[in-house]
Every structure is written in structure tokens, then in C-alpha cells.
């Protein structure tokens, strides 16, 4: 088969890296040194890391992530109730293969949703689909989503979603349509998929968050079992303090 149109039809076949790469062996001098193995293999490693990065990337972009923060960055010289170890036992991402939730508590400046957006970081790049909401926004979206006609995809494709982040939950109560709809999210969600809650509010507060008492319970029960629990402490304010690569602009 002649070069040429070798390449034309890897183009055809959408493997533009391995045409790309054969356009390189062709032109590189000592190529034939290389067995016929080896040159297929340097083509199809082309095409496995581009495509591999192209997912990547394409993770990044819908999950919306708030602050660009990375587990690599994450500033353990600070006192601030972090455990190391746990932390790091977040990078294998085993915690959402289990379906395991965390709960990020701790005040303003803690460092909650840059932590959040780490551990989110980590997941896109393990192969999992993750999206970031602010429980303020979300409450909007959804109203939106219901007057337009588009709530059941909205919430069918969260409830598909490997890992959902929920900042900012507490500042204010839910009432008993919201709480419903995060209820309803939650169940869909329980023991299948994992899910980031980041608040100000202690675990043991957080029924004081919802207005109605028995929604309350469901949702709670949801919330903190099978969720690992991680209290920052106030004492030393992450604002404005160097993480590594990544400054935090954290306002949690």
C-alpha cells in the first residue's frame, strides 16, 4: 500500500495521531532501526494519550469547577485540621469507585472549596465525570429547569454524574419543594454514586438547615452516613495563603 494513501485513510478512520505519527516516521531518516512492532506501537500510543487527554479535558470543562486547585497543592504546613494521610488516600479516587461521600465543614476561609475542587480535580483526571454547584444557584437552576421543561434531564444527569459537589450548604433553610428535590437527588444518588457537601454548618447542626423536620431526618441520614467527615478549624485563615501552584480564593 502506498504511504500516501495510508494516511488518507487513517484520517478517514478519525485516527489523526496515528496518521500524524506515520507522517513522522516517513520523514525521520533511521525509522526503519524500529521493527514494524515498535513503529505501531510509538502510532497507537500517539492516538491513546491524545484521546486520553482530549477526555480529560473535556471532564475539566463540564465540571465547572469553581477555583483550578490541584490535591498536589494542597498546603499542609497550615494547622487546620487536615489529615495527611486521609488526604492522600483521596488521590487512589477509591473513596468514589466504594461510592463514599465526604462532608467539608469548617468557616469562612477554611479552605472548604478549594479542597472540594481538588479532590474533583483528582477525579477527572481518575476517568470520572464530576460537576460543581453552589446550593444557592442550584436552587435557582432548578426552579428554572421546572419552567422550561428540562428538570427531569437536569436531575437525570446528576443523578448519572460519578461525583456531584454541593457548596455552600446552609445559608439559608430549604423549604419543603427544595428539600424534596435534594432529597430526591440524594436517594438517587445513595450508595451509587458520591457526593462533596461543603459547609459552614457542623454535621451534628445540620437539620437546622431544612425547615421541615422529617425531610429533614431523610436528608441528614443521606448526608452523613458512608460519608467521610473532615472539620476545618477557624484559627488559621486559608485566604490569600499560598497553596503550592495555586493561590486560594476560596470566600468558604
Not at 78 to 105: K, N, P, Q, Y
Not at 172 to 185: A, D, G, T
Amino acid at each position: 500500500m502506498l504511504k500516501y494513501p495510508l494516511i488518507e485513510q487513517l484520517r478517514e478512520l478519525k485516527l489523526h495521531e496515528m496518521a500524524t505519527c506515520y507522517e513522522e516516521q516517513i520523514k525521520t531518516k533511521d525509522i526503519l532501526k524500529y521493527s514494524f512492532e515498535d513503529r505501531l506501537g510509538m502510532m497507537l500510543d500517539r492516538e491513546t494519550i491524545t484521546r486520553s487527554n482530549r477526555r480529560t479535558t473535556s471532564r475539566l470543562k463540564k465540571a465547572k469547577l469553581k477555583v483550578n486547585a490541584c490535591m498536589e497543592d494542597i498546603n499542609f504546613t497550615v494547622e487546620r485540621g487536615i489529615d495527611r494521610s486521609l488526604m492522600m488516600g483521596f488521590a487512589s479516587c477509591r473513596w468514589i469507585h466504594e461510592h463514599r461521600g465526604i462532608m467539608l465543614t469548617g468557616p469562612t476561609g477554611a479552605g472548604k472549596t478549594w479542597i472540594a475542587c481538588a479532590l474533583a480535580h483528582k477525579a477527572c483526571l481518575q476517568g470520572y465525570s464530576t460537576i460543581y454547584k453552589r446550593v444557592p444557584n442550584f436552587l435557582r437552576e432548578i426552579e428554572t429547569s421546572k419552567a422550561i421543561g428540562t428538570y427531569d434531564k437536569l436531575m437525570n444527569s446528576l443523578a448519572k454524574t460519578d461525583l456531584v459537589i454541593l457548596d455552600d450548604w446552609g445559608l439559608e433553610k430549604l423549604n419543603q419543594q427544595q428539600s424534596l428535590v435534594i432529597l430526591e437527588l440524594l436517594e438517587e444518588r445513595y450508595n451509587l454514586k458520591s457526593t462533596i457537601i461543603a459547609s459552614q454548618i457542623p454535621p451534628e447542626n445540620l437539620h437546622a438547615t431544612i425547615k421541615d423536620p422529617t425531610i429533614a431526618d431523610a436528608i441528614v441520614d443521606r448526608l452523613i452516613n458512608n460519608s467521610y467527615k473532615i472539620s476545618l478549624n477557624a484559627e488559621n485563615s486559608m485566604r490569600g495563603i499560598s497553596c503550592g501552584l495555586t493561590e486560594v480564593n476560596d470566600n468558604n
